[in-house]
């Protein structure tokens, strides 16, 4: 949890004992999974705003699988009444705003996530490297499988594409695809797809009469708004625009 805006008095009762602190934009904190209670009050002027992320632990799991750790995977923030870690503020300041903008697809929220998962891992787990074997090094992207899962993407535009879909075509796991696709390519996933669906977007603005909707939905947004949104970041100017300047 962290606070989009204001401030907050916050004190929890974990294990029978009372402790309270301060909160305020920046500031992180871990609900554990023992049995607590929480009490607030806002201490600003500003209006009290928390963001919630509730990670699943399947998640969690997939990712010390493929970061090969072993010992204990839980995480290790309990303790801690309040800590600060500008990454995973910054973070979760991301997956609330994507959580606002449908715009946003589901592969920059999956890049997110399993990013999340794996800085939680690295740093809050007591989890390790399983002993006498080396950290697996991310396979290079060999130009055949670049191509295939390019050649995925541009067949499969219109779809809600997920990390899990295109690093299976790569034949890579989720938690090495993005790094290894963004080297490659120069892109991460999401902006490459975007790249490519705007792209595609303008050539039927220019060589069709389909509807700014209807080209909406067929490179793979959800609405004309969230797709002119994106299109006037990328191109300068409205769907409708671009078409009538020809």
Known sequence: MTLASGAEHLERN???RWERADMRVGDVWFVPSSPISWRWRSIGDE???????????????????????GGSRDLSLGDAMRFHDPLIAAML?????????????????DALAHALAAHLLQHYSRGRPVPGRLPAQPERLVPRRIRRVTDYIRANLGTDLSIGELAGQAGLSPFHFSRVFHREAG?????????????????????????????A??????????????????????????????
């Open 14 to 16: 974990l294990n029978g």
């Open 47 to 69: 209006p009290l705003s928390t963001v919630h992320l509730h990670i699943e632990r399947g998640l969690i799991d997939s990712v010390a699988e493929q970061m090969e750790l």
């Open 93 to 109: 300041g991301a997956l609330h705003r994507a959580a606002a903008d449908p715009s946003d697809s589901r592969l920059y929220v």
């Open 187 to 215: 892109e991460t996933p999401h902006q490459y797809v975007t790249r490519l669906r705007l792209e595609e977007a303008a050539r039927q603005l220019r060589a069709t009469d389909h509807t700014v909707l209807q080209i």
């Open 217 to 246: 939905i067929a490179v793979g947004f959800e609405s004309a708004s969230h797709f002119s949104v994106q299109f006037k970041r990328g191109y300068g100017v409205t769907p409708l625009a671009y078409r009538l300047r020809g």
